[in-house]
């Protein structure tokens, strides 16, 4: 299983990206994956998924403002990111897991995703 991400920038508030995460090595209907963001000195935390029952829950503080999708054909997973304000400045992860509780309350667990990208870095400026 490999996961790479792209896409990240910096942007004023406001603003929007769109991050990719190019998968490889599992099919979505057996994964949940989702996106983490870690800010410096914070704990990494779930920004949101599509399980693979095909659930797609987000954290409160991105809902309405974020939307995640997946391109099964392309086997990319993407988080479209619009109305960005300083505090979603992070590195951002895309990550997949075939455990079944990370489908149902685990989803924003990092401990439940075995498999991570490397990350990529957004900066939102006031």
């Known amino acids: 299983v490999q996961l790479v991400e792209s896409g990240g920038g910096s942007v004023e508030a406001g603003g929007s990206l769109r991050l990719s995460c190019a998968t490889s090595?599992?099919?979505?209907?057996?994964?949940?994956v989702g996106w983490f963001r870690q800010a410096p000195g914070k704990e990494r935390e779930g920004v949101a998924a599509?399980?693979?029952?095909?659930?797609?829950p987000y954290t409160d503080s991105v809902k309405g403002r974020f939307t995640i999708s997946k391109d099964s054909d392309e086997n990319t997973l993407y988080l479209q990111m619009n109305e960005l304000k300083p505090e979603d400045t992070a590195t951002y992860y895309c990550?997949?897991?075939?455990?079944?509780?990370?489908?149902?309350?685990?989803?924003?667990?990092?401990?439940?995703?075995?498999?991570w990208g490397q990350g990529t870095q957004v900066t939102v400026s006031s």
């Open positions: 990550a997949a897991s075939a455990d079944r509780l990370a489908a149902l309350w685990g989803w924003r667990e990092p401990s439940r995703y075995p498999y």
């Open positions: 090595g599992f099919t979505y209907s057996s994964y949940t």
């Open positions: 599509i399980t693979m029952d095909g659930l797609t």
